[in-house]
């Protein structure tokens, strides 16, 4: 037996059916979840075993196919790449004819015991992982908005919003900024299509208008 590296795609499954738990009790919803979320890791659980088919040209999980089942999920989901496994070198045929029930020729396996709702609970999972992840690079997106802006004038930043058209990374951020003297004449040659109105109280002088930098919209008040 020896160590060898693969991605959870190369390895396919022997049976055709899993149990919705682990052997130790563990739900594979609740372990995925953990997976997802980052409090478990793929290197604090028992590494699979698996062997070459050279009949089929293919890898194949030998012991391990929860893990396998979860795994796949986690690299259709960029989570994971790469897997640390067990080689074995020599598996008899009888044993391999045995426990070969795929009817698929091991791309899946349906999991068992748990009733028709587990897909609907793993895709519910899943769900809310990528719309947390969403948010979160939203939140991220409005972060670095905001220091662009307050690194790009000498003003303070006092408000930031930013309205989400699908994908955070093309959201559209809008900051309001104070100022009480602003250079019309300091802007770029690249804003010069830019329109300001400027008008006078008493000796106070403001100036209003809309600019546009690095793709953000900002208003001076």
Known sequence: ???????????????????????????????????????????????????????????????????????????????????????LYTVDASTIQREYTSENNGISVDVLGD??????????????????????????????????????TDDVCTTVSVTDNEFPSQATVTCTIESEDFDNQSLSEKEENNKFQSQEKDEDVKNRGCCSRDGLQCTIV
């Open 1 to 87: 037996m020896a160590y060898r590296t693969l991605r959870p795609s190369q390895i396919y499954f022997l049976q055709n059916s899993i149990s919705y738990r682990f052997n130790d009790g563990r739900y594979l919803l609740e372990t995925f979840r953990e997976l997802l979320d980052g409090r478990l890791t793929t290197d604090r659980i028992l590494k699979m075993s698996v062997f070459y088919w050279e009949k089929r040209k293919q890898w194949f999980v030998f012991k391990g196919h929860r893990r396998l089942y979860l795994y796949k999920k986690l690299e259709e989901l960029g989570i994971v790449e790469c897997i640390d496994v067990w080689e």
């Open 115 to 152: 009733g028709p709702g587990f897909e609907e609970a793993m895709s519910q999972i899943i769900h809310d992982w990528e719309e947390e992840k969403r948010v979160d690079e939203m939140q991220y997106t409005m972060e670095e908005a905001g220091s662009s802006i307050n690194d790009s």
